[in-house]
């Protein structure tokens, strides 16, 4: 059964820091990856889908990467701002086929910016 | 504005009862899946459905029940048999395989 791990489970950082947070999955037959924010109280957003097939995605001060083969995905966010402080989750989809969207996901880390 | 709409914000469920949480979306999703997140915990699925009329149980079926009369709608019924109902509750939806998944703003069920 596939399993996802995200550290650390917390991360307190100055404004303007860049920083990096890791997920780790134990089945490396993903179908893709996807990084999510949610605010205290409130629904996901999705940040970032990582296709199998690619290694990196982008969008504004956010780079998610990819190695299928160690089980790994990194979400690295640039000049760190207080509107940043939120959990951050990682979910892959190891599906796919006619079973696509069962999202398995990890605990998350709880990021805090501090001005 | 296309989106998931989840409602009521909260519930108080009393012991014995059934309650319904609804979603709807109109983004035109085929997919559309219920989630239950505890505090500490990633969130785990409960039901998916991929077509009207169709749904499938996830890895904590148990104590819910669901029904897909229409594409837009998947109510989830949490039922007395759910002994530890408490949770926030997440619907979700996507448009097919290798797709962003979006969710609505959540219920927080509580059980009084």
């Known amino acids: 059964k596939q399993e996802v791990t995200q550290i650390p489970a917390a991360l307190s950082v100055p404004e303007g820091e860049n920083l990096v947070l890791n997920c780790s999955f134990t089945?490396?037959?993903?179908?893709?990856l996807q990084w999510f924010r949610q605010d205290p109280g409130k629904g996901l957003t999705s940040l970032l889908l990582?296709?199998?097939?690619?290694r990196e995605q982008t969008s504004g001060r956010l780079n998610a990467s990819l190695d299928k083969s160690s089980g790994r995905s990194t979400l690295y966010i640039a000049a760190s701002q207080p509107g940043d402080s939120a959990t951050y989750l990682c979910?892959?989809?190891?599906?796919?086929?006619?079973?696509?969207?069962?999202?398995?996901f990890g605990q998350g880390t709880i990021l805090t910016v501090h001005p | 504005d296309g989106g998931i709409t989840q409602s009521p914000k909260y519930l108080f469920r009393k012991e014995g009862q059934n309650v319904t949480l609804s979603c709807e979306q109109n983004?035109?999703?085929?997919?559309m899946y219920w989630y239950r997140q505890d505090p500490g915990q990633g969130l785990r699925l409960i039901y998916y459905?991929?077509?009207?009329?169709?749904?499938q149980k996830g890895d904590i079926a148990e104590g819910y029940s669901v029904s897909r009369e229409k594409k837009e709608s998947f109510p989830l019924t949490v039922t007395s048999a759910q002994k530890n109902p408490t949770a926030f509750y997440l619907c979700?939806?996507?448009?097919?395989?290798?797709?962003?998944?979006?969710f609505g703003q959540g219920t927080r069920l509580t059980v009084v």
């Open positions: 979910a892959v989809d190891d599906a796919g086929g006619t079973s696509y969207g069962k999202l398995t």
């Open positions: 089945d490396s037959a993903i179908y893709n």
């Open positions: 990582i296709q199998s097939s690619q």
């Open positions: 983004l035109n999703h085929d997919a």
């Open positions: 459905s991929q077509i009207v009329n169709d749904f």
């Open positions: 979700a939806s996507m448009t097919g395989g290798d797709t962003e998944a979006f």
